[in-house]
């Protein structure tokens, strides 16, 4: 087509560097996941064979069930943890980089801030400031692009599910201030 | 045919002007969600749920599915036109559509991908409508001991023929199945798993748990990346619509061959992804001229496309005839059908005929008007792209936060969900899949109830499993699909020694 030479171009100023130094290996990753799934699955394992995982006239007991399973999940995850010590391949594998880790904690922690606020200011409010501040800190988005941007998301949110669909969230002070 | 009065029938239903709205509204949604970096099919679905749960179950699942189609189509424009899959299954789609755009036919690749989309859909559609009703209507002679078997078929070829390491899937399989038995025994009324936490009685909900994991951690994941590109505008002209239509017969062997992989691979779980290589390498090796593909030949947009949507759209054939999803997306799909008060199964189709029959006519009307909606408005989509991450993310965030929240009104659920994306980054980052979580989770309690509804009906005895022909042989298909690694290396074993015998 005649148009196609028009391209779109998208820059990405604060992508991570290809050659940022490694913060842990994926094997210690999977060693460290496997740990915590084991000791999951005897934390499970116990609870069930406390609430009983044999038989009775009726049938199997409740923790019956997930008893086995959590048997089969110890032994998986044991399994996992012998093969990761032994692979030669993800102990040179690269889990994430300083420069990842350090874009993945700025949504990470904003998220996190998110959930926090959400909880003591209700959900437009927090959803509000997690918008704007992200834009204009994390994106280096103009001050009233950001504003106006979060303000409308969260205005339409609001209309769509607390007027329209009757879905209720979250709230906070400034809700009750406006009486809804 | 009996089919034919109730898909019509289903038309009925559907051809109203609110349904017509939030069909398009659904597809506008999906493929936004399609082309955006980091999003897809079951995070899209998974994300946009809560909206439907004030709607009545029709509206809802038209709505849904159509965000479903909407990603499928979506994800074919930033893989021709950027060279990005928007999606795993569009990967294949890459290998001879960004060749395509980059000598200035981008448009003639547009229209193939999204024509074979729609004939891999409506193929596979078409098989639904018929088979469907036949395997429910089949399925209602099952009692529990054949649905633990079903259900055990599909954990075993999850394990069987998944492609990760094996321990991973029984890993993320177990884990699930575990967690679905968190919080009141429904048999018995006891608590388990609990740890005497108020928040955990509810249970760990199905839904929470796909929000975080495909929600929240696909935007920490999406961060990691850099996230600039470049890549080609297009516009579909009707003159280019209408010459690629007019070359289609002569690809008819390959349209053919690739919606078959695709159904196939659909129904039993083993998704999009390996159907659409699978029918792109075959395609590749029956042409005459191997060496053009990859260098932008059509033939190379039309295979994995057909049978990428093939495969997405059989996908739904057991869940609405077993109630067992063959897909990611198809277990999203049937958690919200529970959201709604609906039992999957095969009763579905007895005890709801409106609901099934006007899902399965939005699933031919959703794929039409889901064409012409995607040819017309390309330029539009792709320009989404230049929307900067760093705005698109945090409204992500917010809307996972909803739909989190909205499912059982619980602020736990939010923090539970943002837990769930942890685990979902640091599983994807380790090669733990999470289809067969998901799916574990859904099923987890069903399996469950049938597993001890069929133990008590023998008195304990394992027997049970292989008392009558049809449980017996699903059973033993299912020990052989778990064992399928070994048995295959032993089958190619043996002929490798008899081989040389035989030279």
Known sequence: MSNTDIEIVVEDPTAPEANSPQVVSVRVVDVVVSLLLLALAITLGLDNWRAGAGWESTGPQPGYFPFYLSIILGGASLYGLV?????????????????????????????????????????????????????RLVGKIALWKSLLTAFIFTAAMFVTFDVAFDVIMPKGPLEAALGR | MEAI????????????????????????????????????????????????????????IVMLSCIYWGALFGGAITSILFNIPGEAWSVATTFDGYPMAQQGRAAEALTAAFTSSFIGSLVAVMLITFLAPMISSFALKFGPPEFFAVYLLTF??????????????????????????????????????????????????????????????????????RLALRGHAAGISLRVVLSVWKDLPKYWVTLFRS???????????????????????????????????????????????????????????PM??????????????????????????????????????????????????????????????????????????????????????????????????????????????????????????????????????SMIGSGGDLKVFWSNGLVGSITTLAIVLLFWPVIDRAFSGVSRMLRPAKA
């Open chain 2, 259 to 317: 919606s078959f992989i695709g159904c196939w691979l659909g129904i039993t779980p083993g998704g999009a992804i390996a159907a659409s290589f699978m029918g792109y390498n075959l395609a590749k090796r029956f042409s005459k001229d191997q060496d053009s593909f990859g260098k932008g030949r059509i033939e190379g947009v039309f295979a994995p496309e057909t049978a990428a949507h093939a495969s997405g759209t059989a996908a739904l054939l």
């Open chain 1, 83 to 135: 093969a990761a010590f032994l692979s030669r391949t993800e102990a040179t594998e690269t889990f994430v980089t300083r420069a990842q880790l350090r874009r993945v904690m700025a949504v990470f922690v904003p998220t996190v801030l998110f959930c926090l606020a959400t909880q003591f200011l209700g959900l437009y409010v927090a959803s509000f400031l997690l918008i704007s501040g992200f834009m």
């Open chain 2, 156 to 225: 075993c070829s999850f394990v069987g023929l998944g492609r990760e390491a094996k321990h991973k899937t029984v890993i993320s399989m177990s884990l699930g199945l575990l967690l679905a038995g968190i919080g009141m025994d429904t048999v018995s009324g006891q608590l388990r798993m609990t740890f005497g936490s108020a928040e955990l009685l509810r249970g760990v909900n199905f839904l929470v748990a796909v929000i975080g994991l495909f929600g929240i951690s696909e935007i920490l994941l999406t961060m990691e990346e």
């Open chain 2, 320 to 453: 609405l005839a077993l109630g067992i999803p063959g897909s990611g997306t198809a277990a999203i799909l049937l958690g919200g059908l529970m959201v709604w008060g609906l039992n999957p199964g095969p009763l579905l189709f007895v005890e709801h005929k409106d609901f099934v029959w006007g899902l399965i006519a939005s699933m031919y009307l959703g794929n039409v008007v889901g064409l012409v909606l995607v040819l017309t408005t390309v330029p539009i989509f792709a320009s989404i792209l230049r929307v900067p991450f760093a705005a698109v993310a945090p409204m992500i965030v917010v809307s996972c936060a909803i739909g989190a929240f909205a499912i059982q009104n619980a602020m736990f659920d939010i923090w539970l969900m943002l837990g769930f994306g942890v685990v979902g980054y640091v599983f994807k980052k380790i090669g733990i899949p999470l289809a067969p979580f998901t799916l574990a989770l859904v099923l987890g309690n069903r399996a469950e109830d049938a597993f001890r509804l």
């Open chain 2, 5 to 60: 009065g109730l898909l019509m029938h289903g038309f009925a239903v559907l051809l109203t002007w609110k349904t017509l709205l939030l069909m398009m509204t659904g597809l506008v949604l999906g493929i936004f969600v399609g082309v955006l970096p980091g999003l897809g099919g079951p995070n899209g679905v998974a994300i946009l749920l809560p909206l439907t749960f004030t709607m009545d179950p029709t509206s809802a």
